[in-house]
């Protein structure tokens, strides 16, 4: 009886383990979802945060799908919120269009 028990604890926290954790962000690929002036914070992290580690690439060097891997893989790096990193991507992602 213990071992079952054992053993179905262990199957549910493997379980959780392996499933996508809902805070993890991911910034969305359609059309900006921040406004203007969210948008212009986002330049402004992308410079100083982005900028104090390595030489910023241009936003037009990716493509949008691109950016999410990028965005997804260094916003834990400069410690962004959600809502910085949404800001950041939407920021990018309209900067690459002009």
Same mark, same amino acid.
Not at 8 to 17: E, R
Not at 41 to 47: P, R
Not at 87 to 96: E, M, P, R, T
């Given at each position: 009886? %213990? %071992?079952?028990?054992?053993?179905a604890l262990l199957?549910a926290?493997?379980l /959780?383990?392996?499933?996508?954790k809902? !805070?993890?962000p991911?910034?969305a /690929?359609?059309?900006?979802? !921040?406004t203007a002036? $969210?948008?212009? $914070?986002? %330049?402004?992290i992308f410079?100083?945060?982005?900028?104090?580690?390595?030489?910023?690439p241009?936003?037009? #060097?990716?493509?949008?799908?691109?950016?999410v891997g990028?965005m997804?893989?260094m916003a834990? %790096?400069?410690?962004? /919120?959600?809502?910085q990193h949404q800001?950041?991507?939407d920021?990018?992602? #309209?900067a690459g269009k002009k």
């Amino acid at each position: 009886m %213990k %071992k079952c028990i054992a053993t179905a604890l262990l199957t549910a926290v493997l379980l /959780t383990s392996c499933t996508p954790k809902t !805070s993890t962000p991911t910034a969305a /690929t359609g059309p900006a979802t !921040s406004t203007a002036e $969210q948008i212009a $914070q986002g %330049k402004t992290i992308f410079e100083n945060s982005c900028g104090r580690c390595h030489k910023l690439p241009d936003p037009a #060097s990716h493509t949008s799908v691109q950016w999410v891997g990028i965005m997804n893989s260094m916003a834990p %790096k400069a410690r962004l /919120t959600d809502e910085q990193h949404q800001w950041v991507y939407d920021y990018i992602v #309209s900067a690459g269009k002009k």
